[in-house]
C-alpha cells in the first residue's frame, strides 16, 4: 500500500486504531475526576483501578502520539505538502486545545499542537538521528525523576487516611463542584499554554509524547511495508508476547509498589537506585503493551473478524476530533458543578463503566453521522481555518440510501 495519500483517502487500519484509542483516553480521562486515589477501596474499586493503570495509563497517550507521528508523515507525502499550511494546522489545533482546556486540565490538544511544530523543524532528519533522539526523550522521564527530585505532592499516596480527608476536602472546595462555569474556566486558565517542559519527572511527559512522535514518524517511513508483509502467525506471535512480557513488567511495577514504597506518578519512599528501577521497567512495559495494542488492531484489521465492529471503530476514527471533545463535554455535564456533580462522588468502578456507556453511545452515534457526512463538524471548523477559506458545509453530506 503506498504511502502518498490522495485527501479522499483514508486507511482503514488508522481509523481503526484511532477508535479503539479513543475508548483508552477516555478511560484515563475520566479517573482524573477523584476517582484516582486510595480513598476506593472495595474489591469492584481495586480491579477498576489495577485495569485502568495496568493496560491503559500512559499506554493510549503513547498510543495517539504514535498515531500523530504517522499522521504527520501522511502529511508531508501528500500531493501540494507547504509548510506554511502545515503551520495553520498546527495553529488552529492550538486553539482548540486553548478552548478545551478550559474546561478540562487534561487536554492534549495544546501539547500536540506545539509538539507538532517541533517535529516540523526535524523531520528531515536521518532515522537514525531520529531514533536515537526518541529515545534520548524516553531516557528524561528517569533522568529526570533522579536529577530533578522525587514528586512535590504534600502526602503520600499509600496513606488511605490522609487520602479520604483529602478527598472529603475536593468535596466542598474544589473549583469542579462550582455550579459557575467561570470560576471552573478560571481555574484551568491557569495551565494555559501547555508547558510541555516542565514535567519532565514523569513517565506522561511532553518529551515522551515527542518521542513517540518520532516513532510513529519513522514506523510510517520506513516500516510500514514491512508490517504488510508479515505473517498471521509471526504477528499472532508477536501479540502474545508483547502482552505477556509487558503484563509481567507491569506487575513487577506493583511489586516495587506495594514492597518498597516505589510510586511511578507520586513520591517514592526507597532509595534512587530502587526508583530508577521502577521507572525504567514501567518504561519498558509502556512501550510494550503500546505495542501490543498497536498490532492487536493490526490483526484485527489483517484477519478480517468482527467486520462490523472494526466498521465502526473506523467512523469513530474518521471524526476522531469531534469525538475526543465531546467526551469532554459529557464529562464536564456529569461531573462539574453546573452538571450532576458527580466529581469526587464517583470510584474508579463507576467510572469505568460511565466511560464504557458513554463510548458505547458514541459508536452509535458516530455510525448515524459517518453514514450522512464525509467529515466531523470540528474536523470540517479545522479544514476551514487550516486551508484559509470557507467550505460549504454541505459539500461534506453523504448520499444516503438508509442502508
Known amino acids: 500500500m503506498k504511502t502518498?495519500?490522495?485527501?479522499?483517502?483514508?486507511?482503514?487500519?488508522?481509523?481503526?486504531?484511532?477508535?479503539?484509542?479513543?475508548?483508552?483516553?477516555?478511560?484515563?480521562?475520566?479517573?482524573?475526576?477523584?476517582?484516582?486515589?486510595?480513598a476506593w477501596s472495595s474489591g469492584a474499586d481495586q480491579i477498576a483501578w489495577h485495569l485502568k493503570h495496568f493496560f491503559f495509563e500512559t499506554k493510549f497517550w503513547a498510543l495517539f502520539s504514535l498515531l500523530f507521528g504517522m499522521g504527520f508523515y501522511l502529511q508531508t507525502q501528500a500531493a501540494g505538502f507547504r509548510v506554511v499550511r502545515l503551520l495553520r494546522r498546527m495553529a488552529a489545533l492550538m486553539l482548540f486545545g486553548c478552548l478545551h482546556a478550559l474546561f478540562f486540565e487534561g487536554d492534549i490538544l495544546m501539547l500536540y499542537a506545539e509538539l507538532g511544530i517541533i517535529l516540523l523543524l526535524i523531520y528531515r532528519f536521518s532515522n537514525r538521528a531520529l531514533i536515537a533522539l526518541a529515545v534520548l526523550l524516553c531516557l528524561s522521564f528517569p533522568a529526570g525523576?533522579?536529577?530533578?527530585?522525587?514528586?512535590?505532592?504534600?502526602?503520600?499516596?499509600?496513606?488511605?487516611?490522609?487520602?479520604?480527608?483529602?478527598?472529603?476536602?475536593?468535596?466542598?472546595?474544589?473549583?469542579?463542584?462550582?455550579?459557575?462555569?467561570?470560576?471552573?474556566?478560571?481555574?484551568?486558565?491557569?495551565?494555559?499554554?501547555?508547558?510541555?517542559?516542565?514535567?519532565?519527572?514523569?513517565?506522561?511527559?511532553?518529551?515522551?509524547?515527542?518521542?513517540?512522535?518520532?516513532?510513529?514518524?519513522?514506523?510510517m517511513r520506513s516500516g510500514w511495508h514491512r508490517m504488510q508483509s508479515l505473517s498471521t502467525t509471526l504477528l499472532l506471535r508477536?501479540?502474545?508476547?508483547?502482552?505477556?512480557?509487558?503484563?509481567?513488567?507491569?506487575?513487577?511495577?506493583?511489586?516495587f509498589n506495594a514492597a518498597l514504597g516505589y510510586s511511578v506518578f507520586d513520591r517514592s519512599q526507597e532509595s534512587n537506585?530502587?526508583?530508577?528501577?521502577?521507572?525504567?521497567?514501567?518504561?519498558?512495559?509502556?512501550?510494550?503493551?503500546?505495542?501490543?495494542?498497536?498490532?492487536?488492531?493490526?490483526?484485527?484489521?489483517?484477519?478480517?473478524?468482527?467486520?462490523?465492529?472494526?466498521?465502526?471503530?473506523?467512523n469513530l476514527g474518521t471524526i476522531s476530533l469531534s469525538v475526543y471533545l465531546s467526551q469532554t463535554a459529557i464529562m464536564m455535564g456529569v461531573f462539574?458543578?453546573?452538571?450532576?456533580?458527580?466529581?469526587?462522588?464517583?470510584?474508579?468502578?463507576?467510572?469505568?463503566?460511565?466511560?464504557?456507556?458513554?463510548?458505547?453511545?458514541?459508536?452509535?452515534?458516530?455510525?448515524?453521522?459517518?453514514r450522512r457526512f464525509s467529515v466531523g463538524?470540528?474536523?470540517?471548523?479545522?479544514?476551514?481555518?487550516?486551508?484559509?477559506?470557507?467550505?460549504?458545509?454541505?459539500?461534506?453530506?453523504?448520499?444516503?440510501?438508509?442502508?
Open 4 to 38: 502518498r495519500e490522495q485527501p479522499s483517502h483514508r486507511i482503514e487500519f488508522l481509523d481503526v486504531l484511532r477508535g479503539v484509542a479513543l475508548f483508552g483516553i477516555l478511560v484515563v480521562n475520566v479517573f482524573s475526576f477523584g476517582a484516582d486515589i486510595p
Open 145 to 219: 525523576h533522579l536529577w530533578g527530585g522525587d514528586r512535590d505532592d504534600d502526602w503520600p499516596v499509600e496513606d488511605p487516611t490522609a487520602a479520604l480527608d483529602w478527598l472529603a476536602e475536593e468535596r466542598l472546595e474544589s473549583p469542579l463542584v462550582e455550579a459557575d462555569l467561570s470560576g471552573v474556566m478560571k481555574y484551568h486558565a491557569q495551565f494555559i499554554p501547555e508547558r510541555f517542559w516542565v514535567d519532565w519527572q514523569y513517565p506522561d511527559s511532553g518529551f515522551l509524547v515527542l518521542a513517540y512522535f518520532i516513532f510513529g514518524f519513522v514506523f
Open 238 to 255: 508477536s501479540v502474545v508476547l508483547l502482552w505477556v512480557f509487558g503484563a509481567a513488567l507491569m506487575l513487577l511495577e506493583r511489586y
Open 273 to 314: 537506585s530502587v526508583i530508577a528501577l521502577g521507572d525504567v521497567t514501567y518504561l519498558i512495559a509502556t512501550g510494550a503493551l503500546t505495542s501490543a495494542w498497536f498490532l492487536t488492531v493490526w490483526l484485527w484489521v489483517k484477519v478480517d473478524i468482527w467486520p462490523a465492529l472494526r466498521r465502526r471503530c473506523a
Open 336 to 370: 462539574h458543578g453546573y452538571g450532576l456533580g458527580a466529581a469526587f462522588q464517583w470510584g474508579p468502578a463507576r467510572v469505568v463503566v460511565l466511560a464504557c456507556v458513554v463510548f458505547l453511545c458514541q459508536i452509535f452515534a458516530a455510525e448515524w453521522w459517518c
Open 377 to 403: 463538524p470540528i474536523e470540517w471548523v479545522w479544514r476551514c481555518l487550516t486551508d484559509w477559506r470557507w467550505y460549504p458545509f454541505a459539500t461534506s453530506r453523504r448520499k444516503y440510501t438508509g442502508g
